[in-house]
């Protein structure tokens, strides 16, 4: 891969990986209570939205933003790890291992995550959610915090 075409599919991983985050934050806080009856502040108001609707967009946005992860990894692996070991950094190394870890977790969890957000009486959608939500943030930093290692390094 050239390497503007690296960039443009890191930028891309990126714009998606934001608009994930968004979605599946404000899923999670959501279904995370109830809103409170006449209470119009800004915490009412964001946790009044039907939390159904992000479903289909948030599987969408997650495949979208692992696959275009994966196709990146060949590079990550070529540019971004060398400088990781010749700086002796194994934190940062070992949490992106776990990254690709939580990453295929969540596309293993994507249709039980689905199913459970099609069904209007299915259970288990609270903790589904914010389990993805966990995944998602985790991933989202150690992604970025990665990419700034890489470029004070380089």
Not at 83 to 110: C, D, I, P, Q
Request: no cysteine.
């Amino acid at each position: 891969m050239g390497d503007s075409l690296i960039t443009g599919l890191l930028i891309l991983h990126v714009l998606l990986a934001v608009a994930l985050l968004g979605a599946i934050t404000h899923q999670a806080i959501a279904v995370g209570g109830a809103p409170r009856s006449g209470k119009r502040s800004f915490g009412a108001r964001y946790r009044a939205v039907d939390a159904s609707a992000y479903g289909g967009a948030i599987v969408l946005l997650f495949a979208a933003t692992s696959l275009i992860g994966g196709s990146l990894y060949p590079a990550y692996r070529m540019i971004v790890r060398p400088v990781l070991e010749v700086h002796n950094l194994r934190v940062a190394n070992g949490a992106f291992e776990l990254k690709e870890h939580l990453a295929a977790l969540g596309l293993l969890m994507l249709p039980a995550y689905w199913a459970a957000w099609s069904r209007p009486d299915a259970t288990g959608r609270a903790g589904l959610t914010w389990v993805l939500a966990v995944i998602v943030w985790w991933n989202f930093l150690v992604g970025d915090v990665l990419n700034n290692i890489k470029g004070l390094f380089h």
